[in-house]
């Protein structure tokens, strides 16, 4: 069974940095690409970046490039998001996700606000 569970969300001013962590089990964690997205209220969830299995390889969302970053450590079935220079568009609950299963995780909240 999929499980995926987010953490380090919370309250940060603009221009403040957040890193988020997905803890993944029940499946193999080191042979899937992982994803996160984030919905905003009264928006479709997006995807915000994703990485290949190795981790060699990242793609970002185009208004987070350069202020994200995506990462994992294999070892400790883990996906990382490094989040700097927040900004209150940001603001959303974060999920991590696993291409290839439909499970989702609890989601983390993010709020960027002075």
């Known amino acids: 069974q999929v499980r995926l569970v987010e953490s380090g969300g919370g309250l940060v001013q603009p221009g403040g940095s957040l890193r988020l962590s997905c803890a993944a089990s029940?499946?193999?964690?080191?042979?899937?690409?992982m994803r996160w997205y984030r919905q905003a209220p009264g928006k479709e969830r997006e995807v915000v970046a994703h990485i290949t299995s190795g981790g060699i390889r990242t793609s970002y969302a185009d208004s987070v490039k350069g202020r994200f970053t995506i990462s994992r450590d294999n070892a400790k079935n883990t996906v990382y998001l490094q989040m700097n220079n927040l900004k209150p568009e940001d603001t959303a609950v974060y999920y991590c996700k696993a291409l290839g299963f439909d499970s989702w995780g609890q989601g983390t909240q993010v709020t960027v606000s002075s």
């Open positions: 029940g499946f193999s964690f080191s042979t899937y690409v």
